[in-house]
């Protein structure tokens, strides 16, 4: 199946730093890439959705200066936590879509913050 | 109430029983989709349904249309088939390929 990478897989950071996670899909070009959190022993919860070359769309409650998400190209997108804070530290998910149904998900950033 | 909804949330079973985990969901749909999360969190897409039934190796996935209803069967279960797995709908009404996820049952197996 497709697949798609996400770099790091773990950070540690200092509080007020700020973190860019990759998300890459290796072997196909992605139209539409989302970016979910997930605490533990919860479901995913959507972020926000960023097609290439556009603005993301972002879910109701998250901060758009906060959480800055790039998609520069259709293998490329990334999520950049800014001015992170103990609060931010989470699981963090990408997947890459190339069509309505289709949906790859990356292996996942473990973000804690101290 | 959670547009998609699985039970049971928590599955202990010994190794090689039949394992069935269902998900029923409140919106008209487009696609189903498995989902496996192990304890890394890397998440695997087992299945994507739209209808009928599939079946890869072990596992068994069906749904049922007319009854918003889905199921997941694990033959001859295995340790290593202790995860997370996590039915996620397409809903109609959604344009692009968002997703709609229900909240994920445990399943342990034990040996």
């Known amino acids: 199946g497709a697949v798609v990478s996400q770099h790091p897989s773990r950070v540690i950071c200092k509080s007020g730093t700020s973190v860019k996670i990759e998300c890459r899909s290796l072997?196909?070009?992605?139209?539409?890439m989302f970016w979910y959190r997930q605490f533990p022993k919860q479901s995913l919860m959507l972020m926000a959705t960023s097609n290439e070359g556009s603005k993301a769309t972002y879910e109701q409650g998250v901060e758009k200066d906060k959480f800055l998400i790039n998609h520069a190209s259709l293998t490329l997108s990334t999520l950049t936590v800014t001015s992170a804070h103990p609060e931010d530290s989470s699981f963090y998910i990408c997947?890459?879509?190339?069509?309505?149904?289709?949906?790859?998900f990356g292996p996942g950033t473990r973000l804690t913050v101290l | 109430k959670n547009e998609v909804e699985q039970s049971p949330q928590n599955l202990t079973a010994q190794e090689g029983e039949f394992i069935t985990i269902n998900c029923s969901y409140s919106?008209?749909?487009?696609?189903l989709h498995w989902l496996q999360q192990h304890p890394g969190g890397g998440i695997v897409s087992l299945f994507m349904l739209s209808s009928g039934k599939k079946k890869h190796g072990r596992l068994i996935a069906t749904i049922n249309i007319q009854e918003k209803h889905s199921s997941l069967h694990i033959t001859a279960s295995h340790p290593r088939d202790s995860a997370v797995y996590i039915c996620a709908v397409r809903s109609e009404e959604t344009s692009g390929s968002r997703l709609t996820f229900g909240e994920g049952t445990q399943l342990t197996v034990n040996p």
């Open positions: 997947s890459a879509s190339y069509g309505l149904n289709t949906q790859y």
């Open positions: 919106v008209g749909i487009s696609a």
């Open positions: 072997d196909f070009q992605a139209t539409t």
